[in-house]
């Protein structure tokens, strides 16, 4: 395994994230289990969760199951790099309560708190907002950061799903107060199939020294070698892919880089990964690995060197939006 430094701070990190979704909904413990031991052994050391995985009534479900692995001993809470998320609704099913969600000071500390007991931990490495949170000013937020800090319950913030102009504003509220680092990492949708973020989150992630780390590197399975599982196995697109392959022209570009793929030997799901350890700013994207055949194919990929020819071929399929003002100005 590849390491690299987590943006400007000095936490060194895997250039693969195991992402934990599936936990629960659609892998059970058991199977749950033996994948981050395999992740570990493998040398993944970054683990990203959040408090609503496990989703409706089980929310808080994959928090539990990473609990219960840690619970095993062996230093895996130790030689693990934990990340998990706020922002999402934790209470019971229906009309929500008020503070149970968003990220008020009030939630923050309730979240943490809850998160920290369906862990099985004592702290948090890299506590993360979920989303933006239009009505809770950063001051509020900030300061309940800092005492969370203080108390040694999390050690590094970081955003999730937040407009460049978001981060810049965190950061610079951060830094007039003193005291605190501010966001050290951002998540965003980013793959060849969507590139918007090359436009203003990752330059601002850049500036202000945020490790970049995509979520749905493979975009739901479209840049997987989805048409050619339709064909040789009858295995049928659902979702995002099944949504974008129903459009004419996305069928095509999606034909033509499984065939500039296949012409170099290279398998799709893989080159779509190794591509995004290319990006500039990037850290590492999340892989959500439901099998661990899934998680073999996705440790190629850090090891795999894409030819100028192919990187060239790539963005002529899938062409970037350009940088910023350009890309909308002249």
């Excluded at 400007?8 to 994948?35: C, W, Y």
């Excluded at 504003?169 to 003193?178: D, P, V």
């Excluded at 439901?290 to 850090?302: F, H, I, N, P």
């Excluded at 100028?308 to 970037?320: A, H, R, S, T």
């Amino acid at each position: 395994m590849k390491y690299t430094q987590l943006g400007r701070t000095g936490l060194k990190v895997s250039r693969l994230v195991l992402g934990t979704m599936n936990f629960g909904p659609q892998t059970n413990e058991a199977d749950s289990h033996a994948i981050m031991d395999a992740a570990l052994d493998a040398g993944i050391n970054y683990f990203d969760t959040a408090n609503v995985y496990g989703w409706g009534e089980n929310k808080g479900r994959t928090e539990s199951i990473i609990g219960n692995w840690f619970a095993q001993g062996g230093d895996r809470r130790e030689r693990t790099v934990l990340a998990t998320k706020v922002y999402g609704n934790m209470g019971a099913e229906g009309e929500p309560w008020p503070n149970q969600d968003k990220l008020s000071a009030l939630n923050i500390r309730r979240a943490v708190d809850a998160s920290l007991k369906r862990l099985q931990t004592d702290y948090i490495d890299i506590y993360q907002f979920h989303h933006v949170d239009r009505s809770t000013p950063f001051e509020e937020i900030w300061q309940a950061i800092d005492v969370l800090v203080r108390q040694g319950k999390i050690l590094y913030v970081g955003s999730s799903n937040f407009p460049g102009y978001k981060i810049a504003q965190a950061n610079e509220i951060a830094a007039r107060r003193g005291g605190t680092i501010g966001l050290v990492s951002e998540q965003c949708l980013y793959n060849l199939a969507e590139r918007r973020a090359e436009m203003e989150v990752i330059p601002a992630a850049e500036e202000y020294g945020l490790g970049v780390i995509p979520w749905s590197p493979l975009h739901g399975g479209l840049l997987g070698g989805v048409i050619k599982k339709e064909v040789e196995g009858g295995r049928r697109a659902s979702g995002r892919a099944a949504d974008a392959l129903a459009d004419t022209a996305q069928r095509a570009q999606i034909q033509a880089y499984e065939d500039l793929l296949e012409k170099n030997g290279l398998e799709p799901g893989e080159a779509g990964l190794a591509w995004l350890l290319t990006r500039p700013g990037v850290t590492g994207p999340i892989v959500g690995p439901r099998t661990a055949e899934q998680l073999a194919s996705a440790l190629r990929a850090v090891e795999l060197e894409l030819s100028q020819d192919v990187l060239e071929g790539l963005d002529e399929i899938f062409p970037g939006p350009g940088p910023s003002p350009e890309a909308f100005a002249w």
